[in-house]
């Protein structure tokens, strides 16, 4: 039987490894973009070593539990589950941009009881166990909170298939005016935890996966914003908002009569 502390301390350094392993792999960008094949392959390959060295560090320490990688897919049926995404925001990888992460949930019959997120680049590592706070560097994380919606910096993302972006867009169209600003990082593990951190107010995307979001959503939570769906549902992939209560029921209200969870 684990604990919510020692699976973070597990966690934690299985982020850190896989951290060490992308950064020491990585081509350099001119090097990435003149491969005979596509740039795409070599961070696929790289996601995908990542993701291999994360499941076999698991199954080292321990053997009986699931795994859900972005990857790999599910595997396992134990009552633990590790939620695992090799390397959240590939192109900003690609590109040598600094926000991409490693981020590695535990989930406990259901629940979320521990997530780190390893923003490499920046050598921040973010992390969270249910109930003990959310930390960066020995300092605990507090979320903005008294924000109104007109003076927030709400962070958000965008999906790859047109007709997703032509709604995205649509929908930006009217939060833009509504908020100070937006800011788009390319990596909502990034996002969540630039919540927790006070660097943005608030967070609202359309598509990302349980990887994106498991370990991310816990640090939010734990800074002391609310993450969740619309209309009383869980973050999923159809709709994830995080902010501070209050900032939170704000940007609700103003993202669902646009109804943000079609596509075009």
Known sequence: MGTATGYLELAERIAREAGEMLLAKRPERPEVLATKSSPTDVVTALDRAS???????????????????????????????????????????????????????????GEIVAGVVNVVPRGEVFTAA?????????????????????????????????????????????????????????SAASDLCAVAAGRVDGYYERGPQDWDYAAGGLIAAEAGARVGGLNGKPANPELTVCAAPGLFEELQELLAPLDPERDA
């Open 51 to 109: 993701e291999e060295l994360i499941r076999a560090r698991i199954k080292e320490a321990r053997p009986d539990d699931a795994v859900l990688g972005e990857e790999g897919g599910a595997t396992g049926d134990g009552r633990v589950r590790w939620i695992v995404d090799p390397i959240d925001g590939t192109v900003n990888f690609l590109y040598g941009l600094p926000d991409w992460a490693v981020s590695i949930a535990v989930e406990v019959e």
């Open 130 to 186: 249910r109930g003990e706070g959310a930390w960066l560097a020995g300092e605990r994380l507090r979320c903005n909170t008294g924000v109104p919606l007109e003076r927030a910096l709400v962070a958000t993302g965008f999906g790859y298939e047109p007709g997703r972006r032509a709604v995205q867009a649509e929908v930006l169209a009217h939060v833009l005016p509504r908020v100070r600003d937006i800011r788009r990082s390319g």
